[in-house]
């Protein structure tokens, strides 16, 4: 690779060519400081829109300073960083940012955790001149059922008009109108519960300001936990108990599980149960459909329909409904983990407590927001009232803790209560992609095959590479698996799929990058992919630590189909653990 | 932002699908597409912009944000007689802002607004090449030179 030598701050490096200058200085340990660019490395995935200019630099024989996060280094160059030029512009850039951005840090829901904030400490800004006569653009606030856009807050970074175009090609956002009255908004500005938006809430997860946020549903658990008619139990979901710490200060990948069982009692749950468990049902539910199918399709039978599609991710449910409403019939039936919960919970598990489900409270910590969507969907509830009450993210949880004066890092490690707190490694790896097919492979084959497993870790069904595929071997059958995190690149399989090119014949989806743990309710990564990295290789430690990894071998699963269910796909458990899609393209209501 | 609501005939779908496949669905067309469609249209209302983004496989979201970029697109739709006034150096210093003001009084439009009768709509302009006869007035296609305030009343009558 051709090689370049420059000079920056006074001291000399070499760097491949088309390097930029803001990651050659960074070698050589000098943080120009970047805003609107933001970079998830091993993904991928990159914004550079360079429309912010905070990381201008001066290089020598330029007439114009440079924004260093797209000028590429060139041979010979002199850079300059921290000029009094540089300064200044810097300082005069971020001036008029702030002038147009409300002052209510101290309300604001990004305080502490906001780039812009954290911007304005580092260049020092102690005064925006001519903050009296401004101008303030301001914009009408959208709330939907999982998001909230206050775009106010927008200072046009576009990160998460990039990351729902490019990335998740979701298409819900654009930048629209010029100058003083430019924002990022839905076509026509109308609500994003109107656009093709899937909740996905990667827009959330990359925003660097508070003009994306998620909806709140603490105050109304708060309610339901001080409410003594009312029995709460609590579901969390595996990629929350590797990501929960990073709030808390610890390094990421931290399992915290034990810690979260004891926050979420001294919280005031009656029951703290894992989503895990309903993981693990989902498997026989999906894996039962899914030899079915197989079965039947290499009989002949042309109404089996392969291959078939994981179900578990709401973003993902919502984005095929949207987009390819004639594929409705691929997707597995199963409903996803935190439904399967809500539904055994207000059924099986209140008759045997002897309590009402409209006295029964389930809430789910989720690492996503579009959980928050899912759970408020019609077709998920009995007479009205929900399967599953509230869901709220990783990052509310986090919030709820410290609000109860609970000191996490020193709370001793608790277990989760029985019966629907006992789970598998198989349900803990749903948490991350790849996960949910590698369990689906581990009770698949050994019902397939009438064998058991002779090696659990299915190492070909992991990693981070945006498609993958493996075949795995189930004796006379060769099991062709396709795996798709973040929705650009399952846009890329489901349209093999429409095309009827597909050779898979299961595919797992995940709308996030990396799945559950880079969902858009966990703790904000700020641009870091090594956060994630270190959340997956934690699933997978954590599923290595438990003694039960296969969702057949759930003692309280078997108990469960024995005394209720019957048998996996059976009358009753279509009932309450299968659902069915609906086209949700709806015509643009343009107001007038 | 306002647009109203209509309803695309069935043939107004075939002439946006005819203009998109005109420039091979490209969605590196758009702009071009745009303006064939508001040449057709006169105006983009939403319900255009679906059937493009349809067509080109373009989000809606960012074709709005293309039309309401540039300042030559507009969502509203152009009255029957267009009334164009020149706010172009010549015609301003002979009084192109008094005959506007008097045009907004008559009409109770804003620049950039149509009656809602659909009549007139009200638009500025920089410069027709017509200095000589500042300050000038479009209707339509016809031009009226050397226009004073008290002229607006007896051009309106002419389109009643």
Not at chain 1, 344 to 372: E, H, Q, W
Request: some cysteine.
């Amino acid at each position: 690779m051709e090689k370049v030598k420059l000079t920056i701050d006074n001291k000399t490096i070499e760097v491949p060519k088309g390097t930029t200058i803001a990651k050659a200085a960074k070698m050589l340990g000098i943080e120009v400081p970047l805003l609107c660019h933001m970079e998830l490395h091993d993904l991928g995935i990159e914004n550079k829109p360079a429309g912010c200019r905070i990381c201008v630099v001066e290089v020598e024989g330029r007439r114009n300073l440079a924004p260093s996060c797209v000028t590429t280094c060139e041979e010979g160059m002199v850079v300059r960083t921290h000029t009094t030029r540089v300064l200044n512009a810097r300082r005069t850039v971020m001036e008029f940012i702030l002038s147009d951005h409300p002052k209510d840090c101290l309300i604001c829901p990004k305080s502490g955790n906001c780039e812009l904030q954290d911007m304005a400490i580092r260049l020092g800004i102690r005064e925006i001149p001519g903050q009296e006569i401004a101008e303030m653009s301001t914009y009408r606030k959208d709330t939907s059922p999982s998001i909230i856009r206050d775009l106010d807050k927008c200072i046009m970074c576009r990160r998460c008009e990039m990351m729902c175009n490019e990335v998740q090609t979701v298409g819900a956002l654009s930048a629209i109108n010029r100058g003083f009255m430019a924002v990022v908004a839905p076509a026509f500005e109308q609500n994003l519960e109107h656009s093709p938006c899937t909740y996905c809430g990667q827009c959330v997860a990359v925003c660097p300001t508070g003009a994306l946020t998620e909806v709140n549903h603490t105050p109304e658990v708060l309610r339901a936990l001080a409410d003594p008619s009312k029995v709460v139990v609590v579901q969390t979901a595996p990629a929350v108990r590797v990501a929960l710490g990073e709030e808390f200060g610890l390094k990421p990948g931290t399992i915290v599980t034990g810690k979260m069982v004891s926050a979420l009692r001294a919280l005031g749950f009656d029951y703290v149960f894992d989503t895990d468990f309903a993981a693990d049902l989902t498997i026989m539910e999906e894996g039962t459909e899914l030899l079915d199918r197989l079965t039947r399709y290499l009989k002949g039978d042309a109404s089996a329909k392969l291959p078939i599609l994981t179900s578990c991710c709401p973003g993902w449910v919502n984005f095929f409904e949207y987009y390819y409403p004639d594929l409705k019939d691929v997707p597995s039936t199963a409903k996803s983990p935190q439904q399967m919960f809500g539904a055994i919970a207000k059924t099986y598990f209140a008759d045997k407590i002897g309590v009402d489900r409209k006295n029964l409270v389930v809430v789910s910590v989720m690492p996503c927001l579009a959980k928050k969507y899912e759970c408020q969907r019609s077709e998920f509830s009995t007479d009205g009232n929900p399967d599953v009450d509230y869901s709220i993210s990783t990052r509310e949880l986090a919030a709820f803790i410290r609000q109860a004066n609970i000191d996490f890092n020193n709370l001793p490690d608790d277990e989760f209560d029985l019966p629907l707190g006992e789970s598998t490694g198989a349900g803990v790896i749903f948490g991350t992609t790849g996960g949910v097919i590698e369990a689906a492979v581990r009770t698949a084959y050994e019902l397939y095959t009438g064998k058991k497993l002779g090696r659990i870790d299915f190492t070909e069904l992991r990693g981070f590479e945006g498609v993958r595929s493996a075949t795995v071997d189930f004796g006379d059958l060769k099991l062709n698996i396709g795996i798709a995190h973040g929705l650009g690149n399952a846009r890329k399989l489901l349209d093999e799929v429409r095309s009827g090119k597909s050779k898979f014949h299961a595919i797992e989806i995940m709308a996030c990058p990396g799945g559950c743990i880079g969902g858009g309710g966990q703790p904000l990564h700020h641009g870091n992919s090594e956060i994630l990295k270190a959340r997956a290789a934690a699933i997978y430690q954590e599923d290595r630590n438990k003694p039960l990894r296969k969702s057949h071998e759930n003692p309280v699963i078997i108990k469960l189909y024995e005394e209720f269910l019957g048998k996996p796909n059976s009358d009753k458990a279509h009932k309450l653990l299968h659902t069915h899609y609906f086209e949700r393209k709806k015509k643009i209501i343009v107001k007038p | 932002m306002s647009s109203i609501k209509i309803e695309l005939r069935k043939e107004d779908v075939e002439k946006i699908k005819e203009i998109c496949a005109s420039f091979n669905n490209d969605p590196q067309e758009l702009i071009n597409v745009l303006h064939k469609c508001q040449e057709h249209f006169g105006y983009l209302p939403a319900e255009v912009q679906e059937v493009v983004s349809d067509c080109l496989k373009v989000p809606v979201a960012k074709i709005y944000g293309v039309v309401t970029f540039y300042s030559f697109f507009t969502m509203t739709p152009k009255g029957k007689h267009p009334i164009s006034i020149c706010m172009g150096t010549a015609c301003y210093v002979r009084g192109a802002e008094k005959v506007m003001e008097e045009f907004k009084k008559e009409l109770g439009i804003q620049v950039g607004q149509t009656t809602p009768d659909g009549k007139f709509s009200l638009s500025s302009l920089r410069c027709v090449g017509a200095c000589g006869l500042a300050p000038v007035v479009l209707v339509g296609d016809k031009t009226y030179g050397r226009v004073a305030p008290d002229d607006v009343k007896n051009i309106l009558k002419e389109y009643e």
